[in-house]
């Protein structure tokens, strides 16, 4: 990318998102409350949301638009990230609108057709439609057909029509090509926005930043340096409201073949030619494909499953995950998974990647730790020295979000002893706080049409086929140990023997 093509780049992050009209299927919904609405405020605070711009929820509660505006009021002083700002909150509620009905009556999407014509005319917004579908995966097909039989799929010359999908997509390998299948038969690739919010974090867009903008560690990002990655995404939180969902998905479907899987091929692709979407999609999906798909013999030990049982996190104690309102009492869910997977490629041969995710955790506490080959120990021969620790560079992800390096120095004194030091980055102190949902760069990005951090159908189902054996075995294998780890730990001491049988262990916390 020339100077010329960056400045351009960077410029266009800068400016508001393109004028639009956007609608929120499952307006009433947790995701709208919490995320999607305090986003969009803070967006316009940033002055990244157009001038010409208004919001029509669709959802089967009834309301009126003023009853609508008067429930999101409420939502966004409740999940405001800063000081609320009264004036701010005015412009955005004037420019919301509301469409009552279910997503599979064609009779919805008339009146919705008709509420975007007038509202489009009334406010002078042209004809570009951001579509998101904050709904139970089950719509996400159905809304996407309705659309295309209203005609709201396509638009006219000079104009967009863009559907934002949430995770989970699919939940096996069968059901995400269906889904992907389904949306294309209605819509272009390139209009499907595939979202996951963990690329919304300041430091998994640093990532690239990090490793191709800095000439000191991209020379030794490969094999003949680092000996293996761990990728964690620990909750301390527990299945909360969710036991609907939860029970039928699980922390495997939930979170590896979208976050970690996301977070593992930032970490190890090959550098793109540019920063155009195109390019570094590619990159990530040659990373994707060439996950090795795991044997059901290797599913045995290179897999591990948990849930929680009771326990205590910040000095309170917590109901084991069976008893959770919702749960059923013999629940074979598992709230924890850890997987060990290989990259077939030059560089990464013979370099493990472990992930590991679940609830009820000692910490909430997501990174990337990359550690390094162990120095010989020969020149230390002679002295007190009878180990060298490893140098571990550390994405923390969240809950603060920075860069750490730990390495060795010597100890103060006549003889040469060593101890850990670290340098630790934080966005935080370098840059200063800006409150932020995690959802405002992803919404901008749908608004200025960048697809960059958005998936794409291949690399869905890249995911979904490493996944797919592990889903298979274990449904065939129930645990017989569940719960097997107490809330407040760092789970089944099956998954540090998964780390131990390589001679490794996990780094625990941030």
Known sequence: MSAEQAAAAAERQRRPGEPCLMVIFGATGDLTKRLLMPSLYNLKVSGLLPEKFAVVGVSNVEHTSQSFREEMAGAAREHSTGAFDAAVWTWLAERLHYVTGTFDDAGTFERLKQKLDSVGKDSAVPGSHLYYFATAPTFFSVIAERLGAAGLAQAPAGLWRRIVVEKPFGHDFESAVALNKSL???????????????????????????????????????RRYI????????????????AGYFEGAGTLRDMVPNHLFQLLALTAMEPPNSFDAKAVRDEKAKILSALQVPTEEQVLTHAVRGQYGAGEIAGALVPAYRTEPGVAPTSQTETYAALKVSVDNWRWA?????????????????S?????????LQLFRRT????????????????????????????????????DVEMKFKYAEYFGARPAIGYETLLHDCMIGDQTLFQRADMTEFGWRVIQP?????????????????????????????????????????
């Open 184 to 222: 294309t038969h209605v819509l272009e690739e390139e209009q499907i926005y595939r979202i996951d919010h963990y690329m919304g974090k300041e430091t998994v867009q640093n990532l690239m930043v990090f490793r191709f903008g800095n000439s000191l560690f991209e020379p030794i990002w490969n």
């Open 227 to 242: 000996d293996h990655v761990q990728i964690t995404a620990a909750e301390t939180l527990g299945v909360e409201k969710r």
């Open 350 to 366: 013979g370099v493990p990647f472990y992930l590991r995710t679940g609830k009820r955790l000692a910490e909430r506490s997501t």
């Open 368 to 376: 990337i730790s990359i550690h390094f080959r162990r120095p010989p």
């Open 384 to 419: 007190k020295v009878d180990a060298l620790e490893p140098n571990v560079l550390t994405v923390h992800v969240q809950p603060d979000e920075g860069i750490s390096l730990r390495f060795g120095a010597k100890i103060p004194g006549p003889t040469v002893d060593i101890g």
């Open 470 to 510: 592990v889903l298979d075995v274990w449904h065939a294998l129930h645990p017989r140990d569940f719960p097997n780890y107490a809330a407040g730990s760092w789970g089944p001491p099956e998954a540090d023997e998964l780390l131990r049988r390589d001679g490794r262990a996990w780094v625990d916390g941030d």
